[in-house]
């Protein structure tokens, strides 16, 4: 008997990655947090207030049970905001197959304790690490329900059950790659977040290609800095998961910490940029978690630092702009 995959997340991303599972030819069972959404999406196959217009197949099911939800999933991927996790995997991981192999779809490094998500999934579902597999790329979530075409990467210390992923991913609008370097993957995948809340905020400033460029550049620069401090392989972030991701959360309006930098850059508060989005920008907390991860390490990530310095400490992003290009000369 086949056995059904699971996505732990009824948000845009979640719903979007179950469309995915469910058209590459497996039953999905959706776990939303929201009665309604669950509701929404056993009687009339959608959920509107994340993904309007998309139609899931017959094969979606959703559900806020846990119980009824996990048990039995040889794949289960976690779609949950990254800095809840932790909490939310807590209560699921006793409901767990022993040989299931858990899928990050977050992009984010936990606050206080600068762990990767895999990390913070090895910890708390007490599993090894080679059974966690991190999916990473140029992934917006309304293009993929479009099925307009795009790429992946399918990052797991394990190749056998990376190409398992792979292969349960697969369609012919998605095309997911393997690769082993874990740890590439997911900063590629979480520092992205906070570059593109900078390149909103210069777009919001009215500064044209020549900035824009430059902030994409030199934040691959220092996303790969950390990277092989950490010991990623460098070619990583030259890939789907590096540079595909940057440019796509860079320079789509459909992207989340694209849009919420660009509410900072018109002089909105944090709190009125939450207000406006509505949705979870990573970068904004992420910004924080892996400005510490860089300190520990002896990183230098100066967009970063600015982008930290105008979320959560008041600085005006044309200062923060002023500042990157205060600083002293050195090679590239």
Known sequence: MSRHAVVLGAGSWGTAFAKLLADAGRDVRILARREQVAANIRSTGMNPEYLPGLRLSERVSATTDPAEAIPGADLVALAVPSQTMRGNLAKWAGFLDP?????????????????????????????????????????????????QPAATVV???????????????????????????????????AVKNVIALAYGMATAMGLGHNTRAMLITRGLAETARLGVALGADPLTFAGLAGMGDLVASCSSPLARNRTFGEHLGRGETLEQAQAATRQTAEGVKSCLSIRDLARI??????????????????????????????RSPKPE
């Open 99 to 147: 040989d299931a192999t858990l899928v990050s779809l977050m992009k984010g490094i936990e606050l206080g304790t600068t762990r990767r998500m895999s990390e913070v999934i090895v910890e708390t579902a007490g599993v090894a690490a080679d059974r966690v597999a991190v999916v990473s790329g140029p992934n917006l979530a309304p293009e993929i329900a479009d099925e």
């Open 155 to 189: 990052a797991c210390s394990d190749i056998d059950r990376a190409t398992f992923v792979q292969r349960a991913i697969a369609t012919p609008y998605f095309r997911p790659y393997t690769n082993d370097d874990v740890i590439g993957a997911e900063l590629g995948g």
């Open 297 to 326: 390490h002896g990183v230098e990530m100066p967009i970063t630092e600015q982008v930290e310095l105008v979320c959560h400490e008041g600085v005006y992003p044309r200062v923060a702009m002023a500042a990157l290009m205060a």
